[in-house]
């Protein structure tokens, strides 16, 4: 997995986010509506694509799109 | 490990009863319309039943056993064993089992009792059932499942209030000598008990003069007091996307069944995204997995009867055909089971007029 591609399938996941607009560097919280919903929809997310599990905890430390691929790509790591 | 086959158990016929009143969560004014059509989509609830106050879960199985009792035409005084799995109970104090079996005109000769368990209990109540039946040669016995979950959860709790909806159902189950064995597998951890919880009302936090109806600021969008349902979200989600899919597979596996050899998979109606999330997991048909949630909602341990009821009920009256049930959610409990139905009566949905 690549932050790139990381970021292209948060993109295609919430329809309120255009294509190509998210960076690594963004703060998620400040390009849409970063809900309990939109939580939700993210942990189904990466539980499908990366077969990871998310905590509310980790999710509230996590602040931009970086922090986000970090704490999926080291779970990945751990699942080896 | 809570593997294991019980044999010679036929289902009969299975019915489900709903109140009149529907709620519409379009008409949900307590949050933004914005928030409102992504709530919709993402949950999959549009509509759902409300009972009125007074109606009981009872009511709602009374009207959907009565009727599949005469639809079956079997006798009253045949029926030698009751359970009703409910967390919506008429009192504190009897058991509600034994007011159904007064209301059925079931003989004395019959064993009735409760089972408390939600969202599991359609599965674990099939366990009990046919566990009893087979080994105790009990001929003829009704599962009733079902809550009214609409009247202890807060309007001002959007992470509950649009989920819920009420329904009682009925399941005539046989012992047959011709039936293909029932395989399960039930699983539980407790440590998750406070993920769906109502914290008071019971015995550790009594109802008494000191007790508080005072509606709490838990976070934005969700008003609340101790006597209505509280929903950890993202604990429920976790532990559902963690816990089910292993549970099935272990299923299949232990039995040297594949996903192939399943014709309709029917998982309890906790919401679209939840379930859609495990049903992409095990890579599952969506022709194969029905829903009830959009005309229905959450409907506790009701959803599973309910959904072969409204999405399946051709199929079941016509066809023999090999089911994957699956429940899973409040305390923590989990079960999936492997059966035949085989032809049964399956009426129409009932409606309650309250």
């Known amino acids: 997995m690549n932050i790139t591609d990381f970021t292209r399938k948060i993109e295609e996941e919430f329809e309120d986010l255009q294509k190509n607009s998210l960076s690594s560097e963004d703060v998620l919280r400040d390009k849409f509506t970063w809900d309990s919903i939109n939580a939700l929809i993210f942990l189904a997310h990466v539980n499908v694509e990366y077969d990871v599990e998310i905590t509310a905890d980790e999710l509230i430390k996590s602040v931009t799109v970086q922090d986000l691929y970090n704490l999926v790509y080291s779970k990945v790591q751990i699942k080896g | ?354």
């Not at chain 2, 299975?14 to 949050?31: F, H, L, M």
């Not at chain 2, 395989?183 to 406070?194: A, E, N, P, R, V």
């Not at chain 2, 399943?262 to 999330?277: P, R």
Request: proline content about 3%.
């Open chain 2, 1 to 354: 490990m809570a593997i294991f086959q019980v044999p010679n158990i036929n289902i009969a016929g299975i019915s489900a009863c709903v109140p009149e009143d529907e709620y519409n969560n379009n008409n949900y004014d307590w949050i933004s319309e914005k928030e409102r059509e992504t709530l919709i989509k993402t949950i999959g609830v549009e509509t759902k039943r409300h009972a009125k106050k007074g109606t009981t879960t009872s009511d709602l199985c009374f009207v959907a056993a009565d009727s599949l009792i005469n639809k079956l035409g079997w006798n009253r005084s045949e029926i030698d064993l009751l359970i009703f799995v409910s967390q919506s109970r008429d009192y504190i104090i009897p058991a509600t089992s034994g007011l159904l079996q007064e209301k059925l005109s079931l003989s004395k000769s019959c064993v009735a009792f409760d089972i408390s368990l939600g969202c599991s209990g359609y599965i674990y109540g099939l366990s009990v059932i046919g566990s009893m039946m087979a080994t105790g040669r009990i001929n003829k016995g009704f599962l009733l499942t079902g809550d009214i979950s609409t009247l202890n959860t807060s309007f001002k709790d959007k992470s509950a209030f649009p989920l819920f909806g009420d329904a009682g159902t009925a399941t005539a189950i046989e012992l047959s000598n011709n039936a293909e064995p029932m395989m399960f597998h039930l699983q539980t951890d407790g440590s998750g008990y406070d993920a769906i919880i109502i914290p008071d009302g019971g015995i550790r936090n009594f109802a008494d003069k000191d007790s508080s109806f005072e509606y709490k600021n838990i976070s934005e969008g969700i008003f609340r007091n101790n006597f209505n349902i509280a929903l950890d979200g993202i604990k429920v989600f976790n532990f559902s996307l963690r816990e089910v899919k292993p549970n099935i597979t272990k299923l299949l596996q232990e039995f040297e069944l594949t996903i192939d050899d399943i014709d309709y998979f029917v998982f309890h109606q906790a919401n679209k995204l939840m379930n859609e999330t495990i049903r992409k997991q095990l890579k599952l048909d969506p022709a194969k997995v029905p829903y009830s949630l959009k005309e229905f909602g959450n409907t506790s341990s009701a959803s599973i009867p309910l959904t072969i009821v409204t999405e399946l009920s051709k199929e079941v009256k016509n066809s023999k055909l090999t089911f994957l049930l699956s429940g899973f959610g409040v305390g923590l409990s989990w079960g999936s089971v492997i059966l035949q139905i085989d032809k049964i009566v399956c009426p129409s949905i009932l409606t309650y007029k309250d």
